[in-house]
Every structure is written in C-alpha cells, then in structure tokens.
C-alpha cells in the first residue's frame, strides 16, 4: 500500500496534508523518514510512526456524526443531499454506510461503518438497541400521555414497545425507543394527540452526542461499539 493512502486511512489527515506531513519529514517508517508519497508499505508489518505516535491499519471503520437537518439517510440520492456529504475529506468512505436512519429534518447521532456485520447486528429485529430523543412539541404533553408512551402505543397496525419518556420542560421530551420503525418518534406522538416540530437523537447504545458540534464527525473504536446494550432475543 502506498504511504499516503495507508496515512489517510488511519485518520492522520486528507492526502493533501499528509503529503505536507510527508514532505516536513514527519513520517518514520522502521525508523526511517519517509518523504514520497509514492513509497510502498507492507501495513501489517511495518512499523510506521508520526511523530511519537505508533500508527495501525484498521479493516474497519467507526465513525459518529452530528447530522444536521436537510440530509437524507442515504449513500447516494439523484435529488437530495446526503449524510455522506457531510463526512470531511479524511473520513474513509470506502464501503462505508451508515447504521440505521435519521429522518431528513432529524439532528443527531448517525453512526456510520464498513463493518457490514456488526451493521446487520445492530439492525436486526433480535437486537434490542435503545436510542434516545429529544423532541420539541406542538402542545405540552400530559403525564397520561406520558404513560402511554411509555406503555406502547398503535402506530397503523403497530404497537410498540415500552418506552422511556420524560417530560423536560414545557413542550420538551426526552423518548428512549428499542425499535426503528419509519417515522416512529413522530408517529407515537401523533398517537397520543400531539406533534413533533424539532427531533434529536442524542444517543444510540452507549454512544452519545455529548459536546460533539453540529455537522462535526469523531471516530471511534470498535470497543465504543461493542460494547453496546444489544440484547439478543430468540425468536
């Protein structure tokens, strides 16, 4: 593998930087400086380093983003936007996809991967992954309405599953769903007489939003991800 492709494949920059990189003398390989872009590496065994910073190749990539509204939850679209516009240069996208779906006017938390197994995982109806929201309403919500959400409410021909629901202020819940069905959040609302007008996800499994910026993307680790509640459930 090239020297540059296996440094943006470890994070360290978009080609463009770490030709920079490169040429600053910032790169060792087995000790040695490497300048060209063009040098050849064997990444299993090699040992490549910038700076003081031991680098590895990875097979799989993990990666959360802080979608912002407008985007659909696709790889590729001939009339819309997609997430995958949203990564930076130096995101891998090779086989990349994203988990699941956020609705196009939803923000939040959308992992993405090329880790096509642990996405079947995750996404299978045998794995139970909670993922939490925070919506803003039309009209204040009631503690009975609360309660039925939390009990499990017909969307179509539907009932979902018990849910977590808490009031945080006027016309603000947060809702932790187990499912993903199309339109859920909006739907269980709309069965208990109200409307979402500003959807959130603020996490899903153990990963969370936390300070990460609207637009912004982090890597993270296969650790972040397996260690996820994912209840797996015969049937």
Request: hydrophobic fraction near 35%.
């Amino acid at each position: 593998m090239r020297i540059d492709k296996f440094l943006v494949e470890c994070g360290v920059g978009s080609r463009k930087e770490v030709k920079e990189l490169l040429k600053s003398r910032k790169i060792r390989v087995n000790g040695l400086f490497i300048t060209s872009p063009k040098e050849n590496i064997e990444e299993e065994k090699d040992e490549v380093y910038y700076g003081e910073k031991k680098l590895s190749y990875q097979e799989f990539r993990y990666y959360i983003l802080h979608k912002k509204a407008g985007y659909v939850t696709a790889l590729e679209d001939s009339r819309e936007a997609t997430v995958m516009d949203l990564l930076p240069e130096w995101v891998i996208k090779k086989d990349l996809a994203p988990v699941g779906r956020l609705d196009k006017d939803t923000e939040g938390l959308l992992l993405f991967t090329n880790d096509g197994k642990l996405n079947h995982r995750l996404l299978s109806p045998k794995s139970h992954v909670d993922k939490t929201y925070h919506a803003s309403l039309e009209c204040d919500i009631t503690e009975e309405a609360l309660e039925k959400l939390r009990e499990g409410v017909m969307i179509g021909e539907y009932k979902t599953l018990p849910a977590k629901a808490e009031k945080l202020e006027d016309r603000k819940i947060a809702l932790t769903i187990r499912e993903g069905k199309f339109h859920q959040v909006k739907k269980m609302l709309e069965a208990v007489g109200n409307k979402v007008i500003y959807l959130k996800r603020i996490s899903f499994g153990k990963l969370v939003l936390g300070d990460l910026e609207l637009g912004e993307v982090k890597e993270v680790s296969l650790e972040d991800i397996i260690s996820f509640d994912v209840e797996e459930v015969e049937g």
